[in-house]
T-cell receptor, first 114, second 114 residues
Framework: NAGVTQTPKFQVLKTGQSMTLQCAQD?????MYWYRQDPGMGLRLIYY???????DKGEVPNGYNVSRLNKREFSLRLESAAPSQTSVYFC?????????????FGPGTRLTVT | GENVEQHPSTLSVQEGDSAVIKCTYS??????FPWYKQELGKRPQLIID?????GEKKDQRIAVTLNKTAKHFSLHITETQPEDSAVYFC?????????????FGTGTKLQVIP
């Protein structure tokens, strides 16, 4: 099993450009999450999807949109990138409905907005 | 919402000594407390977790304690080794309709000096 995969690994954008970060998991998990990680601030939740067909805002949703394409895939879109969105983005999945609360993280996407 | 505070932000210990990282949380409904280890440039990975109905859990050289009354929990690493050097994150989590909302601390950078 590949676990949680993310593409791309690195990306440089100019202010105002748009892009979509892709995430997929092969563990048949119901819940998926997008976090951003900034120095000294830990992991902050952007959006989550408790199950296929549902999405909800997390702690820092402004400037982002998400799509839960199917049970495996959860994408994060930046419509008009800003320098404040320079960060490392992690996707994660879990299946608390099965009694396992552990979140499995992808390898991350390092995004720089100039 | 939940607030998780983590101390210290950096910690240096001699190889073989013990390391202790402390976290406090604010929401008494939180019922799951994981600890993640993140090596430089890598994804966070779960190293140990504890549920609210347990006061202490141990796995070889690492242990976690939970005091629900005081709303704090701690990570203890004994006989530290250079490979323990990493950033450690605590988190507090509570369930809601099959989804676990997780709030992370800001991280502790542990350096083990050979």
């Amino acid at each position: 099993n590949a676990g949680v995969t993310q593409t791309p690994k690195f990306q440089v954008l100019k202010t105002g450009q748009s892009m979509t970060l892709q995430c997929a998991q092969d563990m048949n998990h119901n819940s998926m999450y997008w976090y951003r990680q900034d120095p000294g601030m830990g992991l902050r939740l952007i959006y989550y999807s408790a199950s296929e067909g549902t999405t909800d805002k997390g702690e820092v949703p402004n400037g982002y949109n998400v799509s839960r394409l199917n049970k495996r895939e959860f994408s994060l879109r930046l419509e008009s990138a800003a320098p404040s969105q320079t960060s490392v983005y992690f996707c994660a999945s879990s299946d608390p409905g099965q009694g396992s609360y552990e979140q499995y993280f992808g390898p991350g996407t390092r995004l720089t907005v100039t | 919402g939940e607030n998780v505070e983590q101390h210290p932000s950096t910690l240096s210990v001699q190889e073989g000594d013990s390391a202790v990282i402390k976290c406090t949380y604010s929401d008494s409904a939180s019922n799951y407390f994981p600890w993640y280890k993140q090596e430089l440039g890598k994804r966070p990975q779960l190293i140990i977790d504890i549920r609210s109905n347990v006061g202490e859990k141990k796995d070889q050289r690492i242990a976690v304690t939970l005091n629900k009354t005081a709303k704090h929990f701690s990570l203890h690493i004994t006989e530290t080794q250079p490979e323990d050097s990493a950033v450690y994150f605590c988190a507090a989590s509570k369930g809601s309709g099959g989804y676990q909302k997780v709030t992370f601390g800001t991280g502790t950078k542990l350096q083990v000096i050979p």
